[in-house]
Nanobody, 119 residues
């Protein structure tokens, strides 16, 4: 059973960098054909896909956030990391990490972590 757990600060100041880590258990980040994703949901809005890092280590980002987003991984810790730069209050959301399988289905999710951007 794969489990995902997000961690990181719950409060980030405007213009700073939001950094979140997703720790994977019960599976390997390098297992072929899986995509390790970040998704968020702002208050009153739907889910927004941020990007992913593939089993190969290649990242891909949503075009709307690409200029501010970086997703990396630490294979020794079985973790992947989201960095979102120059945050504004509009980046306030619950942030989820999730796994996408070879059929492009989201099959495992973390519980989500609330991040508030406020001065």
């Amino acid at each position: 059973q794969v489990q995902l757990q997000e961690s990181g600060p719950g409060l980030v100041r405007p213009s700073q960098t939001l950094s979140l880590t997703c720790t994977i258990s019960g599976g390997s980040i390098t297992t072929n054909s899986y995509y390790w994703s970040w998704i968020r949901q702002a208050p009153g809005k739907g889910l927004e896909w941020i990007g992913y890092i593939a089993w190969s280590g290649s990242p891909y980002y949503s075009p709307s956030l690409k200029s501010r987003t970086s997703i990396s991984r630490d294979t020794s810790k079985n973790q992947f990391i989201l960095e979102l730069t120059s945050v504004t209050p509009e980046d306030t959301a619950v942030y989820y990490c999730a796994r996408v399988d070879g059929t492009y289905s989201l099959d495992y999710w973390g519980q989500g972590t609330q991040v508030n951007v406020s001065s």
